[in-house]
């Protein structure tokens, strides 16, 4: 069976893609962003999804998505930061090695600075990130199999751990 190396998860500005792609290029195995592959099947990004067909729509995609991945790719593969909303994501997500990355507050923030591109937190983005952060940290657990903390840290530095994670 088919199945990724390792599946990242966290919320925005926790890392995924950017330590995803380390991560992948640490372990001589290819990347992939669910995300991308949205933008890829709709022939847009993802703000206009958003904004042209609705957020149960992108979702819709989303779903799609993440099952298409898990399926078929066998790298490193990161999810939306929203994928772990969805039921059947999550329970698709069994039995493989899913990395919750973690970020607090004030770094998420720093990261994903105004929001621009980040369709949910474009309006009071401070807000927004912490009610997204305490409403998915449970669902995050759920699904990972480690949990990874990226406050204070470089990617370099959390690519490695996570590295050290899967080939321990």
């Known amino acids: 069976m088919t199945r ?3 599946v990242l998860v966290g919320a925005p500005g ?10 992948a ?6 990347f992939r962003d669910t995300d991308a592959d949205i933008e890829a099947m709709a022939g847009k990004p993802i703000p206009e999804i958003f904004i042209d067909e609705g957020e149960a729509h992108f979702r819709a995609l989303e779903r799609a998505a993440v099952a298409a991945a898990l399926a078929s790719h066998t790298g ?6 929203g994928a772990v909303l969805a039921e059947e994501n999550r329970a ?26 980040r369709p949910l937190l474009a309006i009071n ?17 759920e699904v990972a199999t480690a949990t990874v903390v990226t406050d204070g840290r470089t990617p370099e530095e959390i690519a490695a751990e996570i590295a050290a994670l899967l080939t321990a």
Do not use: N
């Open 76 to 81: 490193v593969l990161a999810l939306g930061g």
């Open 125 to 141: 983005p401070r807000a927004t990130l912490k009610h997204l952060l305490d409403q998915r940290r449970p669902l995050y657990s």
């Open 25 to 30: 290029e640490a372990l001589g195995v290819s």
């Open 92 to 117: 698709a997500l069994i039995g493989h090695s899913v990395v919750h990355l973690s970020v607090e507050l004030p770094d998420a923030v720093r990261r994903v600075g105004l929001g621009a591109g």
């Open 4 to 6: 990724p190396v390792c």
């Open 14 to 23: 926790s890392g995924k893609s950017t330590v995803g792609q380390m991560l």
